[in-house]
């Protein structure tokens, strides 16, 4: 059979001879994406052919056999007018180990896993939720205030919850086994669940010009860290009041708390924080709050299969702890069908606040929250002129307009004052100009 020449990758690997070292690439390649080994082929790419015939062969796969105890496809292919051996392993669903190492492939080369990520890749390989493994804590370590909290909240899911039997009732959710708590038992219901996982809580930081000015840390259960954090944002955040007045009397007053950044949606991003970060990292959940954003990061990229463009609609729920969102779920917290991400979405729209951002980032999910970029104290602040600013309000409420149609808001002044005006705007990045010049028209950036 003759073949195409192969190019390194984080798939293939090419090795002059065969040597013992070459086990090393088979099992990272079975740790990771599976991947090809061709013998035959220098460093720099020359085939200089293998020694190929049936005894060779025999003698390869005895040894793959015997150190990491998988079965790979060998064979015997042309490439340039010289035989090679080419070694295709599968991705392996337990992980091998070579001499006692666990090595997974990065780009073309092997490493070692490290100790937390060798962890989750035991219990993803073996069906397992960190959540659900039992803990080293018996019953004797509940919170019973946090038992009887979580009664009244799931009385509408479970109406037969009994407030005078919570350990019962923790039984029947899986969250009591082999008469041990488990780790979801512990973070939502036991006497400080830091004793037991120092890094189960939540910072929040406040910043101005990358300076920290203040730094509080929230640790209890879950349920004292949400409420812990809520309360926290009441404390910093701006609020505005919007009155509307529905008739002509003190009664038709109505007045209605604005905040910077919706409440409901700031909640929304913590809980799925809470819920679905990653415990296995060595680090807690960590909010930013800047002048003009605030950051949400949790441990852990997104479980495949999601993705972070999938977040900003309808999606799948694929649950890292399921055991936490089924107890969080019959709270009346969450739905149980991804809904968390749009519903920050959604209510940041409806405010006229930018798209949070999402992105798996230095080893985590990141939500960013951004303030309107285009209220007139920012424009000011940015030194533009009150012409530039009555061109940002027109643009905010149309997808687009055309010089001309911006100069007749301001007929006193010349159609190169206009065109100035905007050539100002598109170099602060605040709009960008579409199309050729004759039909160009002038969209906001964001």
């Known amino acids: 059979m003759t073949a195409q020449m192969p190019t390194e990758s984080q798939t293939i690997e090419w090795k002059r001879e065969w040597t013992e070292r070459a086990l090393e690439d088979l099992a990272a390649f079975a740790n990771t994406d599976g991947g090809t080994l061709w013998i035959g082929i220098q460093d720099d790419g020359t085939v200089v052919g293998a020694q190929a015939d049936d005894r060779e062969i ?19 292919v042309s490439l340039q007018g010289r035989p090679v051996i080419r070694i295709t392993v599968e991705p392996a669903a337990r ?6 190492r666990y090595l997974r492939r990065v780009g073309s080369t092997n490493r070692d896993f490290a100790q937390d990520e060798l962890a989750r890749q035991v219990m993803q390989r073996l069906g397992l939720h960190w959540d659900g493994l039992v803990s080293e804590w018996g019953p004797q370590y509940l919170d019973e205030e946090a038992l009887r909290h979580f009664a009244r909240l799931a009385r509408d899911r479970l109406p037969f919850i009994d407030p005078q039997h919570p350990q019962a009732t923790l039984q029947n959710l899986g969250l009591i086994r082999e008469g041990k708590l488990t780790n979801a038992a512990v973070l939502l219901f036991a006497q400080n669940p830091q004793r037991l996982f120092p890094l189960a809580q939540v910072r929040i930081g406040l910043f101005r010009d990358n300076q920290i000015l203040d730094s509080h840390d929230f640790r209890g259960t879950l349920w004292q860290q949400l409420e812990g954090v809520m309360e926290r944002f009441r404390q910093v955040l701006k609020v505005r009041f919007d009155i509307r007045v529905k008739e002509l009397s003190l009664e038709g007053l109505q007045r209605r708390e604005v905040w910077e950044y919706p409440l409901d949606a700031l909640r929304e991003a913590v809980v799925n924080a809470l819920i679905h970060r990653d415990y296995t990292y060595p680090s807690d959940i960590q909010i930013r709050l800047e002048e003009d954003r605030l950051q949400v990061w949790s441990p852990g990229e997104l479980p495949p299969p999601l ?7 309808p999606h799948s729920s694929v649950k890292r702890n399921p055991l936490l969102a089924q107890v969080f779920y019959y709270a009346g917290i969450i739905e149980q069908w991804g809904t968390g991400t749009t519903r920050i979405v959604q209510l940041c729209r409806a405010q006229g606040l930018p798209t949070p951002a ?14 309107d970029p285009y209220t007139p104290e920012r ?52 709009v960008k100009a579409e199309g050729q010049k004759k039909g160009r028209r002038y969209v906001l950036a964001q």
């Open 95 to 100: 992980l091998v180990a070579y001499r006692g």
């Open 307 to 313: 993705t972070v463009e999938q977040l900003y609609g």
């Open 358 to 371: 999402f992105a798996n980032w230095q080893g985590g999910l990141r939500v960013v929250f951004s303030q």
């Open 58 to 76: 025999q003698r390869i796969t005895n040894q793959i056999a015997a150190h990491l105890g998988i079965t790979p496809s060998v064979e015997i």
């Open 379 to 430: 424009l000011q602040a940015m030194g533009l002129n009150e012409r530039q600013i009555q061109i940002i309000a027109f643009l905010r409420s149309r997808p687009g307009a055309s010089t001309g149609e911006l100069h007749r808001l301001f007929p006193q002044f010349t159609v190169k004052t206009t065109q100035r005006d905007l050539q100002a705007l598109v170099d602060k990045g605040l």
